[in-house]
T-cell receptor, first 115, second 113 residues
Framework: DQQVKQNSPSLSVQEGRISILNCDYTNSMFDYFLWYKKYPAEGPTFLISISSIKDKNEDGRFTVFLNKSAKHLSLHIVPSQPGDSAVYFC??????????????FGSGTQLTVLP | SQTIHQWPATLVQPVGSPLSLECTVEGTSNPNLYWYRQAAGRGLQLLFY??????ISSEVPQNLSASRPQDRQFILSSKKLLLSDSGFYLC????????????FGDGTRLSIL
């Protein structure tokens, strides 16, 4: 049972344009959402996160939007750059007590930014 | 700043051999520590997490075990490896407060022959 889904395995965007990566979740207990970027042979790198009390969080070129009623989040990258080409994972956590927040990951979307 | 180290980067082991993967974190105290595995063609799966020295929680039944002998050291072990243990193993840390991101090491590629 996939609780976090990234339905697009790949996305190609022209340099300078907006990249929009999407993610859906099913577990209504999730209250913290994150995006990671991963290059081959490296671990995921944290990009940006959002808690469920917000619907938008912005950090430079990266903005994450959360639609709780639709159980949907998206990552916008503006403007896209060739160095942004990587696999992007969304992740979610919540519904557990204590300080360890276990992440549930989506399957990833390969973003290719074309020069 | 905080850094996380994992080694080795790649490992080839025969079936039935033991395993020890080590992860250390620098620049922070009392972190939460995590072991994940990514099997071929699949997403990241949480194996173990720890909120303090000697405290280990297991997420899935398996052939592996974890230990935390020091505050910033997390070890993944097996007494006898199986073919199904092949995969990409990632260690991560986070601060102990709520709503803190996890930060990952560069992983170990484990191949069982």
């Amino acid at each position: 049972d996939q609780q976090v889904k990234q339905n697009s395995p790949s996305l190609s965007v022209q340099e300078g344009r907006i990249s929009i990566l999407n993610c859906d979740y099913t577990n209504s207990m999730f209250d913290y959402f994150l995006w990671y970027k991963k290059y081959p042979a490296e671990g995921p790198t944290f990009l940006i996160s959002i808690s469920s009390i917000k619907d938008k969080n912005e950090d430079g070129r990266f903005t994450v939007f959360l639609n709780k009623s639709a159980k949907h989040l998206s990552l916008h990258i503006v403007p896209s750059q060739p160095g942004d080409s990587a696999v992007y994972f969304c992740a979610a956590s919540g519904g557990v007590s204590g300080s360890a927040r276990q992440l549930t990951f989506g399957s990833g979307t390969q973003l290719t930014v074309l020069p | 700043s905080q850094t996380i180290h994992q080694w080795p980067a790649t490992l080839v082991q025969p079936v039935g051999s033991p395993l020890s993967l080590e992860c250390t974190v620098e620049g922070t105290s009392n972190p939460n520590l995590y072991w994940y595995r990514q099997a071929a063609g699949r997403g990241l799966q949480l194996l173990f997490y720890s909120v303090g020295i000697g405290q280990i929680s297991s997420e899935v039944p398996q052939n592996l075990s974890a230990s935390r002998p020091q505050d910033r050291q997390f070890i993944l072990s097996s007494k006898k490896l199986l073919l199904s243990d092949s995969g990409f193993y990632l260690c991560a840390w986070s601060a102990g407060q709520q709503y803190q991101p996890q930060h990952f090491g560069d992983g170990t590629r484990l191949s069982i022959l």
